[in-house]
């Protein structure tokens, strides 16, 4: 295949008439060569007639028990829902005990890809062995069932080997994204009263590195719960010096060294926590989202072998995307592991050393089931298909994407360029609270819509509800899952309240709010439109304005600020920020670079506002609420709204010009 070629025929020149041709086709039938290998007509037959006796049939099948459960859905305490509350079972011992016992301990679990081109291959045997020493290691330091324990860590096996060793003795693991800073990581083991940390030495990252462990030292400072850091050693060379506290720190390979071989899988109870994941809500406080084990495995296990159609004996299975997400948790460690699958774990960027390099990697491995987000579809298209066009990507069979509305023209450049046109394309909804894919085609089975999400999967029941409340049978609506689910998440860490408050208050206790807008059309197809709340999704990730915003309010030159986003061709949404200074102080250039800095260290760079716009003022009501409706239509180029509740319409002027003016000098 020579550079620039698309499988579909034809050049890099062609792509873009076939594009605009292919965006009058409204459906897709699932591509003709296409063979599923899971059938699914009778779980939907099984699922829509009973949708308990189809959960727990699939728990049965899917999931080893040790104590087989006689219940199945506990509702009676709404929204406090259990599932198979009765029945024990060990996680880690579903995800690698059952498949080594059945004599496939030398599969691979995950090939590994360093950022520097370092190969890595990692079998169900070699995940056990140190999934046990680590679980012993754990437990020496003092970690019982029930305790939290916080992870830092980059791309590496080591990941889900630290994930796997809480889930075998029972402690809650509370993963935190490696791109956060080191001030939320400790934000999150604090609110979390975390015992133990395992992080790493240093990151790398296109090239350049950065030591984390001094940085989470210098961030840490004394937190009372947290007795032990356990450190890992990161590929590549060392970051120069990292300072180890005697007694407190521990190497992560002395640790396994010093271990017991043998940690049997102790059996736990179903609904026994299984991890807390921090997510933005609509306040500045992130919400920690408590999964629990047996419903959140059921979910992880049905949804990646449905969704993705995956034959684990024969698929090489990547998703692309970062363990610190729900979409790492769900589809990188649990999903694949339980199902016995084969994975690529790649530690690195898309983009570095070249702009092919994944696929680059999806040629080497043979790759079948690609897993990623719009966003990095739209990077890639912006580079251009010549760099998909320089490798042979004829193995793969199934596409999948996550995170946020696909636009139809990413869509079909995805078809096209990197499926060939012959692989169904999957696009996921779901969310960290449900746990696992919720709304999605099933690949080759249903026909698709670019831009849709489809329908739901077996035993989900979503339903869109007016303002009232009333039920929306076609067109736009506050989108509710109005019944239970396995892997939904069970509360909010020692937040009950702002669980109910958050999800369930607005129709009552068996109404889950998502917190999305989406269309419904007359076929019954799913359009996601996007979040009601005062949450972001850049690039597919969730933040919150508020988060933003009290960040960049413990600026000292800062009086106020609000945060809106703005719609990007590239992340989809970008963070504006509207900033008053303190006293006479005007902004310049300076003083948003520093801003901008600021946010990063104190959330993440992911959260740096892509534009700040100083105002002497903020819109507000009579009674001081900054109107942020009107700072969006705004950064979105839209007519204002409503402005007569504003206690000084003269305010939006000065706004609407300087946004103006911002625009007209990129
Ligand atoms: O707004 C929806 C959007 O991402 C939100 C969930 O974000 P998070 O909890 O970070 O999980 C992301 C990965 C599962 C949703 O409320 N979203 C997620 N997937 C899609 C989506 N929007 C449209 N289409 C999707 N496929």
Same mark, same amino acid.
């Given at each position: 295949?020579?550079?620039?070629? $698309?499988?579909?025929?034809?050049?890099?020149?062609?792509?873009?008439?076939?594009?605009?041709?292919?965006?009058?086709?409204?459906?897709?039938?699932?591509?003709?060569?296409?063979?599923?290998?899971?059938p699914?007509?009778?779980?939907?037959?099984?699922?829509?007639?009973?949708?308990?006796?189809?959960?727990?049939?699939?728990?049965?099948?899917?999931?080893?028990?040790?104590?087989?459960?006689?219940?199945?859905?506990?509702?009676?305490?709404?929204?406090?829902?259990?599932?198979?509350?009765?029945?024990?079972?060990?996680?880690?011992?579903?995800?690698?005990?059952?498949?080594v016992?059945?004599?496939?301990?030398?599969?691979?679990?995950?090939?590994?890809?360093?950022?520097?081109?370092?190969?890595?291959?990692?079998?169900?045997?070699?995940?056990?062995?140190?999934?046990?020493?680590?679980?012993?290691?754990?437990?020496?330091?003092?970690?019982?069932?029930?305790?939290?324990?916080?992870?830092?860590?980059?791309?590496?096996?080591?990941? &889900?080997?630290?994930?796997?060793?809480?889930?075998?003795?029972?402690?809650?693991?509370?993963?935190?994204?490696?791109?956060?800073?080191?001030?939320?990581?400790?934000?999150?083991?604090?609110?979390?009263?975390?015992?133990?940390?395992?992080?790493?030495?240093? &990151?790398?990252?296109?090239?350049?590195?950065?030591?984390?462990?001094?940085?989470?030292?210098?961030?840490?400072?004394?937190?009372?719960?947290?007795?032990?850091?356990?450190?890992?050693?990161g590929?590549?060379?060392?970051?120069?010096?990292?300072?180890?506290?005697?007694?407190?720190?521990?190497?992560?390979?002395?640790?396994?060294?010093?271990?017991?071989?043998?940690?049997?899988?102790?059996?736990?109870?179903?609904?026994?926590?299984?991890?807390?994941?921090?997510?933005?809500?609509?306040?500045?406080?992130?919400?920690?989202?408590?999964?629990?084990?047996?419903?959140?495995?059921?979910?992880?296990?049905?949804?990646?072998?449905?969704?993705?159609?995956?034959?684990?004996?024969?698929?090489?299975?990547?998703?692309?995307?970062?363990?610190?997400?729900?979409?790492?948790?769900?589809?990188?460690?649990?999903?694949?592991?339980?199902?016995? &699958?084969?994975?690529?774990?790649?530690?690195?960027?898309?983009?570095y050393?070249?702009?092919?390099?994944?696929?680059?990697?999806?040629?080497?491995?043979?790759?079948?089931?690609?897993?990623?987000?719009?966003?990095?579809i739209?990077?890639?298209?912006?580079?251009?298909?010549?760099?998909?066009?320089?490798?042979?990507?004829?193995?793969?069979?199934?596409?999948?994407?996550?995170?946020?509305p696909?636009?139809?023209?990413?869509?079909?450049?995805?078809?096209?360029?990197?499926?060939?046109?012959?692989?169904?394309?999957?696009?996921?909804w779901?969310?960290?609270e449900?746990?696992?894919?919720?709304i999605?085609?099933?690949?080759?089975?249903?026909?698709?819509?670019?831009?849709?999400?489809?329908?739901?999967?077996?035993? $989900?029941?979503?339903?869109?509800?007016?303002?009232?409340?009333?039920?929306?049978?076609e067109?736009t609506?506050?989108?509710?899952?109005?019944?239970?689910?396995?892997?939904?998440?069970?509360?909010?860490?020692?937040?009950?309240?702002?669980?109910?408050?958050?999800y369930?208050?607005?129709?009552?206790?068996?109404?889950?709010?998502?917190?999305?807008a989406?269309?419904?059309?007359?076929?019954?197809?799913?359009?996601?439109?996007?979040?009601?709340?005062?949450?972001?999704?850049?690039?597919?990730?969730?933040?919150?304005?508020?988060?933003?915003?009290?960040?960049?309010?413990?600026?000292?030159?800062?009086?106020?600020?609000?945060?809106?986003?703005?719609?990007?061709?590239?992340?989809?949404?970008?963070?504006?920020?509207?900033?008053?200074?303190?006293?006479?102080? &005007?902004?310049?250039?300076?003083?948003?670079?520093?801003?901008?800095?600021?946010?990063?260290?104190?959330?993440?760079?992911?959260?740096?506002p892509r534009?700040i716009?100083?105002?002497?003022?903020?819109?507000?009501?009579?009674?001081?609420?900054?109107?942020?409706?009107?700072?969006?239509?705004?950064?979105?180029?839209?007519?204002?709204?409503?402005?007569?509740?504003?206690?000084?319409?003269?305010?939006?002027?000065?706004?609407?010009?300087?946004?103006?003016?911002?625009?007209?000098?990129?």
């Open positions: 295949m020579g550079p620039g070629h $698309i499988d579909v025929g034809g050049t890099v020149a062609d792509l873009a008439a076939t594009l605009e041709d292919l965006l009058a086709v409204e459906s897709f039938d699932p591509p003709a060569g296409f063979t599923r290998r899971r699914v007509d009778a779980d939907r037959a099984a699922a829509d007639a009973d949708p308990q006796a189809f959960w727990a049939d699939a728990a049965r099948e899917l999931l080893t028990w040790d104590k087989p459960f006689t219940q199945v859905l506990d509702d009676t305490k709404a929204p406090f829902y259990t599932w198979f509350a009765d029945g024990e079972l060990n996680l880690s011992a579903n995800c690698l005990d059952r498949h016992a059945a004599g496939r301990g030398e599969r691979v679990a995950f090939h590994w890809r360093g950022e520097e081109g370092e190969r890595r291959d990692v079998t169900y045997a070699d995940l056990l062995a140190d999934t046990q020493r680590l679980a012993n290691g754990l437990s020496a330091l003092g970690v019982r069932a029930g305790d939290v324990v916080g992870i830092f860590l980059p791309m590496i096996p080591e990941v &889900a080997v630290a994930m796997l060793a809480c889930a075998r003795i029972g402690a809650v693991h509370n993963v935190v994204f490696g791109g956060f800073a080191p001030s939320a990581v400790r934000e999150r083991m604090e609110v979390s009263d975390a015992k133990v940390l395992i992080t790493v030495d240093g &990151a790398r990252r296109k090239g350049r590195r950065a030591p984390v462990k001094a940085a989470v030292d210098a961030e840490l400072g004394e937190l009372p719960a947290l007795e032990h850091i356990v450190v890992v050693r590929p590549g060379e060392n970051p120069g010096e990292v300072p180890m506290t005697p007694g407190r720190d521990v190497w992560f390979d002395e640790l396994l060294a010093g271990a017991d071989p043998d940690c049997p899988a102790i059996p736990l109870p179903a609904e026994h926590p299984l991890f807390i994941l921090y997510s933005s809500g609509s306040t500045a406080k992130p919400k920690g989202i408590l999964h629990s084990t047996a419903g959140y495995l059921l979910g992880a296990t049905y949804t990646h072998r449905m969704v993705f159609d995956i034959d684990p004996d024969t698929d090489v299975y990547w998703c692309s995307a970062d363990v610190g997400w729900i979409t790492g948790h769900s589809y990188i460690v649990y999903g694949p592991l339980s199902n016995g &699958a084969t994975s690529v774990m790649y530690e690195g960027a898309p983009d050393p070249d702009h092919d390099i994944w696929w680059r990697i999806v040629e080497e491995y043979r790759v079948t089931v690609f897993y990623t987000a719009p966003t990095a739209r990077s890639c298209i912006k580079w251009g298909a010549e760099y998909p066009g320089r490798h042979d990507l004829s193995s793969l069979r199934v596409l999948g994407t996550v995170g946020e696909i636009n139809p023209k990413a869509w079909l450049w995805y078809h096209l360029v990197i499926g060939g046109g012959r692989c169904p394309i999957v696009d996921t779901w969310q960290t449900t746990g696992s894919v919720l999605s085609p099933l690949a080759g089975v249903t026909p698709t819509r670019p831009g849709s999400a489809t329908k739901p999967l077996p035993g $989900i029941s979503p339903a869109l509800l007016s303002e009232d409340g009333e039920p929306v049978t067109g609506g506050i989108l509710v899952i109005t019944k239970p689910w396995p892997s939904m998440l069970r509360t909010l860490y020692k937040d009950d309240d702002r669980f109910v408050e958050t369930f208050s607005r129709f009552g206790p068996t109404t889950y709010v998502v917190g999305d989406a269309r419904l059309d007359a076929d019954g197809y799913f359009w996601i439109i996007g979040r009601i709340d005062d949450v972001i999704n850049v690039s597919g990730h969730r933040l919150s304005t508020a988060e933003v915003e009290s960040a960049i309010v413990a600026h000292e030159a800062v009086a106020e600020a609000a945060v809106v986003a703005e719609p990007d061709e590239q992340t989809g949404q970008a963070i504006v920020a509207f900033v008053t200074l303190t006293g006479n102080r &005007a902004g310049d250039a300076a003083t948003e670079a520093e801003l901008r800095e600021h946010v990063a260290r104190r959330i993440g760079k992911l959260a740096r534009r716009i100083w105002a002497d003022d903020l819109p507000k009501t009579r009674s001081g609420k900054i109107m942020r409706r009107l700072l969006r239509d705004v950064a979105a180029g839209r007519e204002l709204g409503d402005v007569t509740t504003l206690r000084d319409p003269a305010v939006m002027a000065v706004i609407t010009e300087a946004v103006r003016a911002a625009h007209d000098d990129e």
